[in-house]
């Protein structure tokens, strides 16, 4: 594990902090801790008075996080999911930081089964003290559904032809335990692949997706954002798939347009609560350093007033 701690590099660090501005006495909250990279620079920009709450579900995370935290006032942490972002309360922050996603130290470490790359355990939840495993899903799941998650969350073509494939396997052989067993299917299913991109790619992330429920919290925690921020509090989230990105910029949008009612086309438009600021995508050094960050969004949006 240290090895993974070493090998761990934050994406696009001082752009997102950056875009937080923050107020040395402010309130900031980091949703996904990790490894502490975003948390750590935060931490180094506030004062004595500032304050960061960090939320993560990876119990090896808050293990971090509460070292971080050891002889540090400033920092508290919660093991939870940021759909619980919320129960900060009305206004309570100045800046709220999403950088979702799977982490480096999560995606090499074999035993917690989000890649095909190492064979391990099929896992993939991101808090292993609770829930269904990948592995425990698969057994049970009917053909149909499988598909439409792997469709729905992987964006897979061949969606129907791995969720077929995969029920043979286990009407044949039983169910399946590590991730190379499934990662083996996958491939024999997946006719064409696209070029640099592993078969397995489109049907691991979608189960991934799932099993984590990760955009139902993604959702919640984006709504929770209108009320946390405070006037003028900042919003920053760093997407890294298509599904993820395209709700932040819906989100946003929906948010940021101005609306009129074309029955009363001489009232004032009534304002919205947020302003979308920027897109920032990784500079070429950085994705030539890390090419992990190849597909991250970041996405700014700052609160225009306080909420009622």
Partial sequence: ????????????????????GIRPDGH??????????????????????????????????IAAAQAMAEGDPRLSFRHQGFCHLGELGVGAADGVLMDLGVSSPQIDDPERGFSFRHDGPLDMRMDTTRGQSVAQWLETVEVPTLA??????????????????????????????????LAEVVAGAVK???????????????????????????????????????????????SFHSLEDRMVKQFMARHSRAVVDRRVPFVEPRAMPLEAVSRVMPSKAEVERNPRSRSSVMRVATRTEAPA
């Fill in 28 to 61: 900031y909250v980091d949703t996904t801790f990790g490894r502490g990279g975003h948390s750590r620079l935060i931490l180094e920009r506030l004062s004595p008075q500032g304050r960061l709450t960090v939320f993560d579900k990876d119990p090896q995370a």
């Fill in 1 to 20: 594990m240290v090895q993974n701690e070493r090998q761990h590099q934050t994406v696009l660090l001082n752009e997102a902090v950056d875009a937080l």
């Fill in 148 to 181: 439409e998650v792997i469709r729905g969350y992987g964006e897979e073509r061949f969606a129907k032809q791995v969720a077929a494939a995969i029920d043979r396997r286990r009407q044949e052989r039983g169910p399946f335990r590590t991730t190379r067993e």
């Fill in 192 to 238: 064409t692949r696209e070029p640099g991109k592993d078969p397995a790619t489109r049907t691991f992330q979608a189960l991934r997706i799932f099993i984590n429920a990760e955009l139902e919290e993604l959702q919640q925690a984006l709504d929770a954002s209108l009320d946390v921020l405070g006037a003028d509090g900042r919003l920053v989230v760093i």
